[in-house]
């Protein structure tokens, strides 16, 4: 549902959305980031595709020498400099993540996590190919979703957000196989490894599949 995360999950809101996250949700986020954290060096520059309030971004830059976040939530944005007002190494944008007007070969580490591409609704090709357009060669794009066996700790992270009036009514006749669906018309969908392959395929770089923490699936291509 495009516009959702501009609209009704943005700043606090979504803050909040993690915030309420249950024990086991919360060790999937963390192990999404210290994962991350691994192909980052001291002397490296970081994109963060869809920042949201700097929560994964706060981590990069402690080691990173300089990070750009971007969203096309100006409130997001807005809450995200002040969580980041301490962090010098750092700028935000406002920003497409498919058209980003980016310089070619600008980022040693381009990080798009947290299920960001089924999340931005947009064409998720287009947006791996801009990802690798804007990393430097010998460098790293990362993108990640839900594994298939973290179903269930999806869902009842899905639910309390509901109860929460974060999201809308989950519609549980509609929601399955990887897919939630909520009655106010939003719809959460993943990435399957075979689906990875096709939106990689043609890509003129090394591409390799692999899940971390039994609860995400990611995509590491190599430039």
Known sequence: MPGYYDEK?????????YDMAPPRVVQYLKAEVEHVLGSIGSQSTVLELGCGYGRVL?????????????????????TARELLEQQSNLQLAQMDAVDTALATASFDVVVCIQNGISA???????????????????GVALF???????WEHRLEWFEVQAKAGLLGEIDHDATGDGVIV???????????????????SGLD???????????SLFCEIRV
């Open 120 to 138: 931005f609704h947009v064409d998720q090709r287009a947006l791996m190919q801009e990802a690798v357009r804007i990393t430097r060669p010998g």
């Open 182 to 200: 909520c009655k106010d018309g939003f719809r959460a969908t993943t990435v399957s490894p075979d689906q990875f392959r096709v939106l990689t």
């Open 144 to 150: 990640s979703t839900y594994a298939e066996r973290f």
């Open 58 to 78: 706060n981590r990069l830059a402690e080691k990173a020498t300089h990070c750009l976040g971007i969203d096309t939530s100006r409130g997001s944005l807005s």
């Open 205 to 215: 770089a090394g591409v390799k599949l692999y899940e971390v923490d039994e609860s």
């Open 9 to 17: 999950l943005s700043a606090d809101r979504l803050r909040r959305c």
